[in-house]
């Protein structure tokens, strides 16, 4: 019995350190949601799961230390709750960022970005009027195109250069226009317009904007490089819910396990061979 109680506060004391990294994942996407994402709601649901592990850990442990059935019932039916939800997190974060990523683009590094290549719950959040105004005004804030300008050898960065280089998906997608508009390169955040047959064809090509205050910040190419950045931050955060559900998993079988065989011995249940003769030992000593 006092073997089991030590592997349950064990166990709990793993779940415990478990929920460090799901809680960090949340503050990571906090901050990403406060410069670069610009979601603010996206992270709220792993500091959630994450504080919630933390507590009923610590029930946990009390409760192996101090052998209290209360606190071990409440720990073992919310740690199934927890991973139940932490599941449908994980799904759910799979299946709104599933569609759409950025589409290559002749002797470029950057890719452009489109926002027909996105589609469900997460795109129509992004695209609606009430959040995008919200999510232009924390990119403006942000600072994201002013943070595009090179000086290199004391002289602007050439077309040829900036051609070159690994934009992220909000650089390319809101600090310039989309490439198909043949808009040529003065600076990073300056472009002119010259073939006004393509302008049409792309409705992002009217929305440009020299003015630095505006540039594409309206364009559906924005709220599309938007959609990039919090797929790509999803899918990260994604990955070490994963591992860190496996682990739970484990660690609840085991201290179910370890929960019954205590309940086994407080009621005096017979378990295995020795203990089924010492229950009923025979007449016939050697």
């Not at 002797?107 to 129509?124: A, F, I, T």
């Not at 602007?156 to 070159?164: C, G, K, R, V």
Request: net charge positive; hydrophobic share 45%.
């Amino acid at each position: 019995m006092r073997t089991s109680n030590h592997l349950i506060g064990l166990l709990n004391f793993l779940t415990f350190l478990l929920s460090i990294p799901i809680l960090a994942g949340g503050i990571w996407l906090s901050t990403r949601a406060n410069n670069t994402d610009c979601m603010t709601f996206l992270q709220w649901p792993l500091i959630v799961i994450g504080v919630s592990i933390m507590v009923v850990s610590l029930a946990g442990i009390a409760g192996a230390c101090y052998r209290n059935t209360f606190l071990m019932y409440l720990y073992l039916w919310a740690m199934f709750i927890i991973i139940a939800v932490l599941i449908g997190f994980i799904i759910f974060a799979y299946a709104v960022t599933d569609k759409g990523s950025g589409r290559p683009v002749m002797n470029r590094v950057y890719p452009d970005y489109y926002l027909q290549d996105y589609s469900g719950w997460l795109k129509d959040r992004v695209a609606s009027d009430e959040y995008w105004g919200k999510i232009r005004s924390c990119i403006h804030d942000s600072k994201a195109c002013a943070k595009t300008g090179r000086v290199i050898g004391g002289y602007p960065e050439t077309a040829d250069m900036y051609y070159l280089r690994k934009l992220n998906s909000i650089q390319s997608g809101c600090c310039k226009p989309p490439t198909d508009c043949g808009y040529i390169y003065v600076n990073e955040t300056v472009w002119t317009p010259v073939n006004a047959a393509t302008l049409a064809s792309n409705l992002d090509c009217n929305r440009w904007s020299n003015d630095q205050e505006q540039l594409c910040y309206n364009c559906d190419s924005c709220k599309a490089g938007v959609l990039a950045s919090l797929k790509k931050s999803w899918r990260k955060v994604s990955v070490i819910n994963i591992v860190v559900l496996i682990i739970l998993v484990i660690a609840y079988v085991i201290a179910c396990a370890a929960f019954r065989n205590n309940k086994r011995i407080d009621n005096d249940e017979p378990y295995g061979a020795t203990r089924m003769e010492k229950a009923r030992p025979t007449r016939i000593h050697f």
